[in-house]
């Protein structure tokens, strides 16, 4: 069988390369022509990162590796921990916690469990339900499966991996082997994942019987390559606007950014997130370095201090055991106290960052003992606020610049003031995409949407109408928005409107909390309408919830509200909406 030269497209192959794979397919039989297509179509044509060898070999996934993630470092390493084991031969099943059948915990041989802990100690919205599951009296035992957790966190916040040491507790208790100790990994979790990475490969080799060479199947080879792009290996973005949006009597400085991105290889859905890698501000490292007279020239490894502080570490952000090492090397009595008593450490680091340390608690350090002290860098999230379906090119972020004031002077957030302050159009922006499997619209275009969002939490929902638009989505839309005062903060007022005109946003309610003597929020429009949301959700809405912790907490008790008093259990009916992922929260 020959290829035949199509005539409604341009033959880009030079004469030898197409006379070269004509003489190859000539020789293939049918099957071995329909696996190259699904080859082709899976790779793109391109040889994999890792270039493992192609197979279609229809085997079971021997290993499975389930991710709960919220803002993407679980989602990264467990996508590595796959590559790593397709590397030796592994097959495994890469999948996110939220696409993840419970029962089916109950067919498994080996699990890995990667999972971060979010809100106040709360699991990642992808990792809800199959704890709930575990959780529940309907978890049958599970004798017959290995497994091992890793854990990622924050040891700055209270509930330190809570969610990771509750899986490990629960799997224990239902009969399951650990085959390797959990991992509560801090925020600079890299190095911890690499052993564990190690030690886990190597235990599912013992367990599972070696695959004769590198198999994987088309399925995990498109998701290999839809990694191109990760918090290690990140994309420049080029910045191509930056307009403000809230006016310039607000207390809050929002933009809107246009990014440039390259829709052939950077792809995002709405309701995503992005990782931002930003550098410190220059004056400020310049200060820090000043008040403990270290020369900025001075060098580390090759690199000046200076640049490394601008690039490397976190200035604007302290971490309890910044302030722990401060309190030891110094010997001051009053902090030493603070660090003894969590609940007051945990108010102290905020609102301080570590010029604030220096100046209130004068310590004097070599350059090398300042880098030794201080935690690395790390990318901050920010919603995605457009569709490709309607910017292929494009990526929109909705920024509210961090800025404070302290006895000491004011203050800027690292990455939101980077990108408020320093980023000028033209400039490269390092992002990666966060996938949030659990944040997405449904699949069926014609259910209705309702929209909850303070502040920059309108962003994703933003994206959400470009896409309904796109698609022409019949399904009903209501967006439910809070800021604090009409004049100034109604982000994107004009698309709304023209939604709302156009027909495409059904209902608009807004909530605006400062124009007014009492103050309104969201979730009280909400209770203003109980009815109707209640009669949205009973005819099969799905819910969104984005902005802060504390707004998506006020907002769930509402809702329990609202549905208690209109005639079911408010708490049973949250969860079975969570389970039919109609009731989903994007909160921070
Ligand atoms: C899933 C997700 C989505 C997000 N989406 C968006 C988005 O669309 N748009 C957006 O703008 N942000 C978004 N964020 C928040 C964003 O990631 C950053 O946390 C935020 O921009 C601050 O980062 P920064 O580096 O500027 O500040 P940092 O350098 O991280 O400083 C933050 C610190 O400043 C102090 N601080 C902050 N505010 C005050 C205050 N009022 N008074 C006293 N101290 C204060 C606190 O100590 C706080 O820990 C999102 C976060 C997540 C997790
Ligand atoms: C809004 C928010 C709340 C968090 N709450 C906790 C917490 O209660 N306990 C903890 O150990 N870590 C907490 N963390 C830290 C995350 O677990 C940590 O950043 C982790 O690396 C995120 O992994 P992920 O990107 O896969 O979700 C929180 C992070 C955010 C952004």
Known sequence: MAATQPDDFENPLPTHQFEEINRVIADLTQPQIAWLSGYLAATGGLPLASEPE???????PALTILYGSQTGNAHGLAASLSQLAAARGINANLIS?????????????????????????EPPESAHELLRHLNSARAHRLEQLNYAVFGLGDSSYTHFCKTAKEFDKRLTQLGATSVNPRVDADIDYQPVAEQWN??????????LEKQPHSVVSLDTARKLRQQEYTRGTPYGAQLLESRRITSEQSTHEVHHLTLEVDPDSFQYQPGDAVGVWFENDRLLVERILGLLNIDGAEKIAGETISELLIRDYELTQLHPNVVKSWAEKGGNKAL?????DKNKLQ????????????????????????????????????????????????????LSVVRYGTKRGTRTGGASGFMGERLTEGDQLRIYPVSKPSFHLPPDHNQAVIMIGSGTGIAPFR????QREAVNATGRNWLIFGNRHFKHDFLYQLEWQKYHRSGLLNRVDLAFSRDQEEKLYVQDRLLDQAGEV????????ALYVCGSQQMGNSINDTLVRIIDELGSDGLDYLERLRSEKRYQRDLY
Do not use: C
Request: no cysteine; hydrophobic share 45%.
């Open 54 to 60: 192609i197979n279609n070999t229809a085997t079971a």
């Open 97 to 121: 916690m939220a696409d993840y059948k419970p029962r089916q915990l109950e067919k498994e041989t080996l699990v890995l469990f990667i999972v971060s802990t979010q809100g106040e100690g």
């Open 198 to 207: 190690q030690q886990v490969l190597e235990q599912a080799e013992r367990f």
């Open 336 to 340: 030493q106290n603070i660090v003894a």
């Open 347 to 398: 108010a102290f680091l905020y609102g301080r960052q570590l010029i604030d340390l220096i100046l209130e608690y004068t310590l004097q350090l070599s350059s090398a003992a300042l880098i030794e002290l201080l935690h690395p860098l790390q990318p901050r999230i920010y919603s995605i606020a457009s569709s490709q379906s309607e910017y292929a090119d494009e990526l929109h972020l909705t």
């Open 463 to 466: 994206a959400f109408l470009q």
């Open 534 to 541: 209640y009669e949205w959700l009973e005819s099969g809405a």
